[in-house]
């Protein structure tokens, strides 16, 4: 019982956007709320919205604005597709309101969500692996391996290509044939090994 009230009276706010001067001040809070989702408004964007709506303080704005994040983040994270989203108010909201924000909600979901994507950072995929032996210098007879990793990044900032080389000892050559070994054991058996299940099957090239 007490959630259900704490609920209405977060949707009891929203009438204020009515006060707006128009549906661009709606939609400048909506992407003001979006831009600043990690580290909330400052100073300059909370007057903003103040005037844009009329509010004398902020003992009204922060639970109106508490009630859009609710609405963001469901209508950007829930699995809500966008002929749902009016589906997330409840009948005690205005119905122009909820014309309003559906509308709104709809016309920026889609550039949210890849807002999301984008931000998801993916371990890049080993694309390509070889060894080359060379000397140690010209006038050497002492040979090593030198492994060259070519790294395949899907998603930004790791998009593209990127090639990775490193010179091997024996002894550390010798650890890292038994590292493999070992998670091809892992994987053949079915451990749970998550930092390796992520990455084995690419190795393969599937």
Avoid at 141 to 161: A, C, R, W, Y
Avoid at 183 to 200: E, F, K, L, M
Wanted: hydrophobic share 35%.
């Amino acid at each position: 019982m007490e959630t259900a009230q704490q609920q209405q009276s977060i949707w009891g706010h929203l009438p204020l956007l009515v006060d707006s001067s128009s549906k661009e001040s709606v939609e400048y809070i909506l992407q003001a709320l979006w831009r600043t989702r990690h580290t909330g408004l400052d100073s300059v964007d909370r007057t903003i919205i103040r005037d844009m709506l009329h509010l004398p303080d902020d003992s009204h704005l922060d639970p109106l604005l508490l009630c859009l994040r609710m609405l963001i983040r469901r209508c950007v994270y829930d699995k809500i597709s966008k002929d749902d989203i009016q589906k997330l108010f409840p009948q005690e909201v205005l119905p122009e309101l909820q014309r309003l924000l559906t509308l709104l909600l709809q016309k920026f979901q889609r550039e949210w969500r890849e807002d999301v994507l984008n931000e998801q950072v993916s371990l890049p995929r080993l694309k390509v692996m070889t060894c080359d032996v060379v000397n140690e210098n010209v006038d050497s007879n002492n040979q090593f391996p030198v492994i060259n990793l070519k790294l395949q990044g899907d998603n930004h900032p790791l998009s593209g290509e990127t090639e990775i080389k490193f010179q091997l000892g024996k002894d550390a050559l010798e650890t890292m044939l038994k590292s493999m070994y070992s998670i091809r054991d892992q994987w053949s058996n079915g451990v749970d090994a998550p930092n390796v299940t992520s990455q084995q099957p690419d190795a393969g090239g599937t």
